[in-house]
Every structure is written in structure tokens, then in C-alpha cells.
Nanobody, 127 residues
Framework: QARLVQSGGGLVQAGDSLRLSCEASERTFNPYVLGWFRQAPGKERVFVAAINARGDSTIYADSVRGRFTISRDNARRTMYLQMDSLKPEDTAIYYC????????????????????WGSGSQVTVSA
């Protein structure tokens, strides 16, 4: 059964950087869209960033564009989220997920299109 195993996260100060990783447990990694969502306490899970199967197209939420960078290494079956210039409002549990479909820009930003999720990584940014 396919699984996504997350690592990274932690407690940092505003302005610091963190990197999250998401590794797939099997070879069915390459054909899929991969994305990051986050959920703050008492709020819904929201889209952060996504990358297409080839790794040559990305989408970002307005709130993170220019500060976060999503990437993937298909040979290592691993996706990354580099988070720079972190702000207290970035505090949340971050989830990686896998989606499939032909229209990348449409499917990537909606959580219902994702069929497998990682277990989550806590990111806490202090002021």
C-alpha cells in the first residue's frame, strides 16, 4: 500500500527557514501530482503548493508565493517544501498529499482530489 512519510518541521523564530520532506513508500510516485496543504488550529486544511509529475510546473498559494519553494526528486521518490522568511501566521500542521488527473492547475489546489496523505508535520513560528 502506498504511503507518504513526512519529516522536518519544528519550532523556529520569525524570519527563519525550515524544510519539509515527503517520501513515497513505493514506486508509484512519478506519475502523480504532489502537493502541500496546511491546517492551523480551528481552521480548515488549505492549499499551500503543488508540483506536477514531471516537476516542471508549480502552483503556490498567494500567502506563500515568493517565500516557499516546492520541488521533487523522482529518483528518490521525495518531495520537498523549502520555507523561507517564515511568519507566525505560517504556524500549522503541514500535510503532503498525492493526486492524479489530467488538469494540473485544477486538481492540484483542491484537497478532495488527493487520495493519499502524509501524517503531518508541525511547524511553529514564534514572533
Amino acid at each position: 500500500q502506498a504511503r507518504l512519510v513526512q519529516s522536518g518541521g519544528g519550532l523556529v523564530q520569525a524570519g527563519d527557514s525550515l524544510r519539509l520532506s515527503c517520501e513515497a513508500s513505493e514506486r508509484t510516485f512519478n506519475p502523480y501530482v504532489l502537493g502541500w496543504f496546511r491546517q492551523a488550529p480551528g481552521k480548515e486544511r488549505v492549499f499551500v503548493a503543488a508540483i506536477n509529475a514531471r516537476g516542471d510546473s508549480t502552483i503556490y498559494a498567494d500567502s506563500v508565493r515568493g517565500r516557499f519553494t516546492i520541488s521533487r526528486d523522482n529518483a528518490r521518490r521525495t518531495m520537498y517544501l523549502q520555507m523561507d522568511s517564515l511568519k507566525p501566521e505560517d504556524t500549522a500542521i503541514y500535510y503532503c498529499g498525492r493526486a492524479s488527473g489530467a488538469d494540473f492547475s485544477r486538481i492540484a489546489v483542491t484537497s478532495v482530489n488527493y487520495d493519499i496523505w502524509g501524517s503531518g508535520s508541525q511547524v511553529t513560528v514564534s514572533a
